[in-house]
């Protein structure tokens, strides 16, 4: 069975940083999916951070400048570097694989808390 798996979130004062990764513990190769970070913050509907299809990338207006979606295929692995957070970006982050056929992949999230 595929599975997505989200590692690196945690607690953070406003103005850090943090690391996103998400790997596949099945086997797809994420390097042939289209890859997206979503969030979900308590009591709101479940959104785009950022994607990454081919050579091309799309942020949330919110994040830009902010964020940097990144793979390394080597490893098998998606990231999402975060810098200057604020307490606005907490929230579960979910990772999200997307093949040109069939249902997406979602991991089980990891929680991000951005303290003031």
């Known amino acids: 069975q595929v599975q997505l798996v989200e590692s690196g979130g945690g607690l953070v004062q406003a103005g850090g940083s943090l690391r996103l990764s998400c790997a596949s513990s099945g086997r797809i190769i994420l390097s042939f999916y289209a890859m997206g970070w979503y969030r979900q913050a308590p009591g709101k509907q479940r959104e785009l951070v950022a994607e990454?299809?081919?050579?091309?990338?799309n942020y949330a207006d919110s994040v830009k400048g902010r964020f940097t979606i990144s793979r390394d295929n080597g490893k098998n692995t998606v990231y999402l570097q975060m810098n200057s957070l604020k307490p606005a970006d907490t929230a579960v982050y979910y990772c999200?694989?997307?093949?040109?056929?069939?249902?997406?992949?979602w991991g089980q999230g990891t929680q991000v808390t951005v303290s003031s």
């Open positions: 999200r694989a997307q093949g040109t056929f069939g249902s997406p992949y």
């Open positions: 990454t299809n081919g050579g091309n990338t």
